[in-house]
């Protein structure tokens, strides 16, 4: 079995789709900058996300932070009502929706270009219809299989995140003799589900899944590595914001460096995958990061147009 495949209890294969009454085109992107890496904000309306949950669990204050980021100058802003933190509880369809729903459609209305972060087809397919426009599955298909026939029918941009296991078992899943060449493989085969799904490759953009069934070195190989995921021939996000890995990176006195003292370095990582081609970056501080990836467009060679 691909390794990012469905395992036993994931998610019921069968069930019958979610009606979607509004069609997203795969142009999404079109009126977004194409001389740079985007960036992409994080907004948790989450009580347990590792970095921020609570801080935007109520729909006034995740409306709040989300139009911050947004005049701020955040490309996408992904919404997300359920922590992926290893470990972290498994959240109802009707909760997430609660908690997503009015945030997506205040972000829209003002003009916001969003991201559904959800494993849940149900939910991926109610914030379409609210006005999201790019869904961002993080289990790569693990949860769900039959979020290949909503992408398919939606024509909406798909984020492929590379992922073993789930929440409470990827950490003893980061097995790996070459881990960007077996990402970069795993990848490819749930990618070929997704085409035969009818997808088609303007659709899709991959996430190598950093801290997903990845230790410290591993993601650091990664990242090293970009090339490998460009190789795919789709645009290729990163997120490592705030993330374990850059914790450890500065370790003080004995002592891992809480989410919040991580933006520096997480600004840094921004600046190097995009020299190196990230198509966009996934943030918690976008300000930081938008100044990296301007930096970075002006030191980088001439590159192709996001589009």
Do not use: C
């Amino acid at each position: 079995m691909d390794s990012l495949a469905a395992s036993p209890g994931t998610g019921p294969a069968t069930s019958p789709l979610p009606v979607l009454r509004k069609a997203r085109p795969a142009a999404a992107f079109k009126d977004l900058p194409t001389d740079r890496t985007l960036v992409m904000g994080i907004l948790n309306v989450t009580p347990d996300s590792f970095s921020d949950g609570g801080q935007h669990a109520s729909t006034d204050t995740a409306i709040a932070a989300g139009l911050r980021m947004f005049y701020g100058g955040a490309d996408i802003i992904d919404v997300g009502g359920e922590s992926t933190r290893p470990g972290a509880d498994e959240v109802s369809v009707e909760e997430e929706l609660r908690r997503v729903l009015p945030v997506i459609a205040a972000l829209v209305k003002a003009g916001a270009l969003v991201s559904i972060d959800t494993t849940h087809t149900a939910t991926a397919a109610a914030a379409l219809d609210a006005g999201a426009a790019i869904i961002n599955d993080v289990s790569g298909l693990t949860m769900e299989p039959e979020m290949a026939e909503l992408v398919a029918r939606s024509k909406a941009p798909y984020i492929l995140t590379h992922r073993r296991g789930d929440a409470s078992t990827m950490d003893s899943l980061a097995d790996y003799g070459n881990v960007a060449e077996e990402v970069a493989a795993e990848l490819a085969g749930v990618r070929d589900r997704l085409y035969a799904a009818g997808a088609v490759p303007e659709q899709i953009i991959v996430d190598p899944g950093l801290g997903f069934a990845k230790n410290e070195e591993q993601n650091w190989e990664l990242l090293r590595n970009l090339e490998v995921l460009h190789g795919l021939g789709h645009r290729v996000l990163v997120a490592a914001s705030r993330k374990r890995f850059l914790g450890s990176l500065l370790t003080v006195a004995g002592k891992a460096a809480p989410p919040a003292e991580r933006d520096a370095a997480t600004a840094a990582v921004t600046a190097i995958s995009a020299f190196r081609g990230a198509w966009a970056v996934r943030v918690h501080d976008v300000g930081p990061s938008l100044d990296a990836v301007k930096v970075a467009a002006r030191m980088a060679p001439a590159r192709p147009g996001n589009n």
